[in-house]
């Protein structure tokens, strides 16, 4: 079968897709249909924490395919149950809600924030703050939080109650505060899709204590930063702060669609019987696989992160046609001199998958990369930056 020609047939022209069909792979290593070789520095967009094809999450989700594979929510199961006291304790959070997809775990955020707001101070609190240039999903609910126009302009109109202030910009947020009943705050600590820009600190932890003093619930959508990716488990643990809700889905599976709302003490118990739900949420392959990557994200590989993380930086420090290297741990965005497309395009052709995030060159490599491949990929990506002499 000619892959690219039936895709183009047959799917939904949603995406632009690089001119590569991936047909097998093992770790960080990927094969396309004409057996050319990549390092992959994407895993997936974040998804693939442990790489392709890992040894004990393939064996811990075909374990458990082969006993029950679904059961509909209607019933127990234990993988489910251990995931979210494993999340629960990791955290300190309270309750975990599953969902399928990081949209989904956004949209139970939003569901319990509005529903928390109306049972504790009335109907007309259900105002939700984002940030300028957040993304928060695709859903029409989650595209209305995503403060970027752009993705807005098709699609009107979109869910109310949302309004997008700057981020950085305390001043701004208290203003909002004084002429809207807001009910959630909602931040990216790091915005992924906005260019892996990361939030002031100073910024995070006054919105913490200012959102606390105002009853305002304080969600942080670790949809792409969460399980291990910046070098903490969550990445407001790099801010010593403590949300009240976070959403996480990507690489929480290692492959395997699930999102997760974990509630914190206000927001644990606001929704009861019905009040949400979803088919496949908690789903027992995908749990247990989940479970296998949870438990591997210890103390040992977070050191491992960071280390992974500084690694890189030292390669593309004062590296011709690099400009400036953001983001944590393995969450990293390149401001290059060539535009990101074409970098990202050089790369390709010598073998290493790297993804764009607005203007930036983005790199999510999985958390287990080994060593070896991470530094050839590194020389590869800053050979790519280099401009052109001519
Ligand atoms: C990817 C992403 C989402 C959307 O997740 P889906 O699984 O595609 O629905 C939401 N928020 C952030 C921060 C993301 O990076």
Redesign the pocket.
């Known amino acids: 079968m000619d892959i690219k020609q039936t895709d183009k047939t047959y799917v939904a022209d949603t995406y632009a897709r690089f001119p590569v069909a991936i047909v097998s792979g093992k770790g960080s290593l990927l094969t396309d249909d004409e057996g050319k070789a990549y390092i992959d520095m994407g895993s997936g967009?974040a998804v693939n924490s442990f790489g392709i094809a890992d040894d004990l999450w393939v064996q811990t989700v075909s374990a458990q395919l082969g006993k029950v594979q679904h059961t509909s929510n209607l019933y127990y199961t234990e993988p489910c149950a251990k995931l979210a006291k494993m999340l629960c304790e990791r955290t300190g959070m309270k309750k975990v809600f599953f969902g399928n997809?990081?949209?989904?775990a956004?949209e139970c955020a939003i569901k319990v924030a509005r529903k928390y707001a109306a049972d504790t101070y009335g109907a007309d609190r259900y105002t939700i703050v984002t940030l300028k240039n957040s993304?928060?999903?695709?859903t029409l609910t989650?595209l209305a939080a995503t403060g970027q126009d752009h993705y807005h302009e098709l699609f009107q109109p979109l869910t109310p109650g949302f309004v997008h202030a700057a981020a950085n910009d305390m001043e701004e947020l208290k203003a909002i505060a004084a002429n809207t009943k807001v009910a959630a705050v909602m931040i990216?600590c790091i915005q992924?899709?906005g260019g892996v820009v990361a939030l002031d600190e100073t910024y995070v932890k006054e919105l913490r204590g200012f959102t606390e003093e105002n009853g305002i619930l304080l969600i942080c959508?670790e949809?792409?930063t969460g399980n291990g990716r910046t070098g903490e488990l969550y990445a407001y643990m790099n801010y010593g702060i403590t949300p009240d809700i976070v959403t996480t889905?990507?690489g929480l599976g290692g492959g395997l669609p699930i999102?997760a709302a974990l509630l914190g003490e206000k927001a644990a118990n606001v929704l009861g019987h019905g009040d949400h739900g979803s088919t496949f949420g908690g789903n027992p392959a995908v749990c247990a696989g989940a479970c296998s990557i949870l438990e591997r994200i210890d103390t040992d590989l977070l050191e491992s992160v960071k280390q992974k993380s500084s690694l890189l930086k030292d390669i593309f420090a004062s590296a011709e046609g690099i400009e400036s290297v953001t983001g944590m741990g393995l969450m990293l965005g390149l401001k290059t001199t060539l535009p990101a497309e074409e970098v990202v395009k050089k790369c390709m052709d010598a073998g290493v998958l790297c993804l764009t995030a607005k203007d930036k060159v983005r790199l999510l490599p999985a958390l287990n990369i080994p060593l070896d491949l991470l530094e050839k990929a590194g020389y590869i990506i800053k050979e790519a930056a280099k401009p052109e002499k001519n």
Do not use: L, M, P, Y
């Open positions: 967009i997809s990081g949209a989904e956004n993304f928060h999903g695709r989650t990216e992924g899709e959508d949809v792409q889905a990507k999102g």
